[in-house]
């Protein structure tokens, strides 16, 4: 069984469009996160959600739009994407909270056109 | 906010021991170190943790020094799978994990 897993695993799609990236876990963690990695493999947190509640927002434009349905699922919502968007999207899950082990997932490689 | 400094990249050879050491100047009383990996197209995955002195695990060793102000990670006679790149992460508030360290093992 996966323990984090994303769907999908790429994603192409054009300049102005929408689009979301799923992420579930199945640790029964309480805390769920998304990353950002660029091209320069810098890996920075955008969010992070505890027990479906916002509790991390980075600086992040207001086209990145998190949703979390319960604390097993924390989505990732893109409104028009823009060519500064291609990266790769981690999600990851800790027990409690931040200073728990954080468990990532595979990654979506997202790349704009 | 605790930013780490480590080196942009490392090479070794099978069977020798690596040792990666992270900066942390800034890092605070509350704050622990912990050590990720991340092999091509995964996410990263934790290798080890600690606060002061050296812990051990069964992957690698980590040296923490009194001030606190760097870190050490010790790899044991590296393999070709260990080439990854070995993060630094402290300051829990920020999950700062920089751009880490990409460690080459070569044969």
């Known amino acids: 069984d996966t323990a984090v897993s994303q769907t999908p695993k790429y994603l192409v799609t054009q300049m102005g469009n929408d689009k979301s990236i799923k992420c579930e876990q199945n640790?029964?963690?309480?805390?769920m996160y998304w990353y950002k990695q660029d091209s320069k493999k810098f890996l920075k947190i955008m969010f992070s959600y505890n027990n479906k509640e916002l509790i991390i927002n980075e600086t992040v434009p207001n086209r990145f739009s998190p949703k979390s349905p319960d604390k097993a699922h924390l989505n990732l919502h893109i409104n028009s994407l823009e060519l500064g968007d291609s990266a790769v999207y981690f999600c990851a899950s800790s027990n409690r909270d931040y200073t728990d082990t954080q468990y990532f997932g595979p990654g979506t490689r997202l790349t704009v056109l | 906010l605790a930013k780490t400094t480590q080196p942009i990249s490392m090479d070794s050879y099978e069977g020798q021991e690596v040792n990666i050491t992270c900066s942390h100047n800034?890092?605070?009383?509350?704050?622990?170190i912990t050590w990720y990996q991340q092999f091509p197209s995964q996410g990263p995955r934790f290798i080890i943790q600690?606060?002061?002195t050296k812990v051990t695990n069964e992957v690698a060793s980590l040296f923490i020094p009194a001030d606190r102000k760097s870190s050490t990670l010790s790899l044991p006679r590296v393999s070709l799978s260990d080439t990854a790149v070995y993060y630094c992460l402290v300051n829990f508030n920020k999950f700062y994990f920089g751009s880490g360290t990409k460690l080459n093992v070569k044969p």
């Open positions: 640790l029964g963690h309480d805390t």
């Open positions: 600690g606060y002061k």
């Open positions: 800034n890092i605070a009383t509350n704050d622990y």
